[in-house]
């Protein structure tokens, strides 16, 4: 165990519609990081969040937008949802904000749009 | 551009033998780079983490080794085991400019351990 909660582990929706996925990092950990991993494009970075600001920013669709708050949880919202956006998007957390400290990911939600 | 390429692909080898996986990079400028060992359908698992100043990294039977100059590194598995089946993901850091922040994930190989 990560120690890295991701919520809901599955989620089937229809297209058009908006989902919130939900991520707890692990205790003490200041960086969230969300990833999108679908079956031929491997893991993709999409945005990085660090103390309740943004950080980084990576492949991220506009559709798409992600928040983090007071108690450092974090969501990712997806809108407009397409049968692409069909895949695993996982949440890692890390202590600090740079790129060279160790990152844990979550188990992952699981979306799948029909 | 900046890429993570690995090979091979897909890789299957009886029990108790050995492997190694390769990852080349073009990530300029360089941080560091990891290899995670991820389950199928679950969250990735970081078996090494090098910065460019390392050659070589040990996690019981994982061996990473790193050549900066080449950008070249690889993922040496000993006495493979079943557990070992999985996707071994090698992802490079950037350190500053356009690549600050950003991680590059090659897209995995696939290791099938047999008995």
């Known amino acids: 165990d990560s120690g890295v909660t991701q919520t809901p582990k599955h989620l089937i929706t229809a297209t058009g519609q908006r989902v919130t996925l939900r991520c707890s990092p692990r205790s003490g950990d200041l960086s969230v990081y969300w990833y999108q991993q679908s079956l031929d494009q491997g893991l993709q970075f999409l945005i990085q969040?660090?103390?309740?600001?943004?950080?980084a920013k990576g492949n991220i669709l506009e559709r798409f937008s992600a928040q983090q708050f007071p108690d450092l949880h974090s969501e990712l919202n997806l809108s407009s949802l397409e049968l692409g956006d069909s895949a695993l998007y996982f949440c890692?957390?890390?202590?600090?904000?740079?790129?060279?400290?160790?990152?844990?990911f979550g188990q992952g939600t699981r979306l799948t749009v029909v | 551009k900046n890429q993570v390429e690995q090979s091979p692909q897909s890789l299957i080898i009886l029990e108790g033998k050995n492997c190694t996986l390769q990852c080349n990079y073009t990530v300029s400028p360089f941080s560091n780079l990891r290899w995670y060992k991820q389950d199928t359908g679950r969250g990735p698992v970081s078996l090494t983490i090098?910065?460019?100043?390392?050659n070589t990294k040990s996690n019981g039977r994982y061996t990473a080794t790193l050549d900066a100059d080449t950008k070249q590194s690889s993922l040496h598995i000993t006495a493979s085991q079943l557990s070992d089946s999985a996707s071994y993901i090698c992802v490079v850091s950037g350190n500053r400019g356009s690549t600050l922040g950003r991680l590059y994930f090659g897209r995995g190989t696939q290791l099938t351990v047999w008995p």
């Open positions: 969040y660090y103390n309740g600001e943004e950080r």
């Open positions: 890692a957390s890390s202590v600090g904000g740079q790129m060279n400290t160790e990152a844990f």
């Open positions: 090098m910065t460019f100043s390392e």
